[in-house]
């Protein structure tokens, strides 16, 4: 499966913003998915994972409340909510697909190209 991320972008804090992960192939809801980011100069962190239905979704601890993960297998689309954005936000967002979802980079095969979100104070 191929994945490009979009929606990135220079945003002010306390804004929002929704990321989009579109997927190339017929056999989208087979794959789980997961959302990481990573900011200059730091590792790649988990963000958020959700399973092939959609009905089933994790968060890293310290993402729960702002951060919404989606998915509209009609539109072979995973998406990622960001709600009141802060500086620390800023980094670059992976999304990464696989057969089952998990919170480390290694669990999966497959990623996108990454979207830059820069959060201005």
């Known amino acids: 499966v191929q994945l490009q991320a979009s929606g990135g972008g220079l945003v002010q804090a306390g804004g929002s913003l929704r990321l989009s992960c579109a997927a190339s192939?017929?056999?989208?809801?087979?794959?789980?998915f997961g959302w990481f980011r990573q900011a200059p100069g730091k590792e790649r962190e988990f963000v958020a994972g959700i399973n092939g239905n959609g009905d089933s979704t994790d968060y890293a601890e310290s993402m729960k409340g702002r951060f919404t993960i989606s998915r509209d297998n009609a539109k072979n689309t995973v998406y990622l909510l960001i709600n009141s954005l802060r500086p620390d936000d800023t980094a670059v967002y992976y999304c990464a697909a696989d057969f089952s979802r998990g919170p480390t980079v290694d669990e999966y095969d497959f990623w996108g190209q990454g979207t830059l979100v820069t959060v201005s104070s």
């Open positions: 192939g017929r056999t989208f809801s087979a794959y789980a």
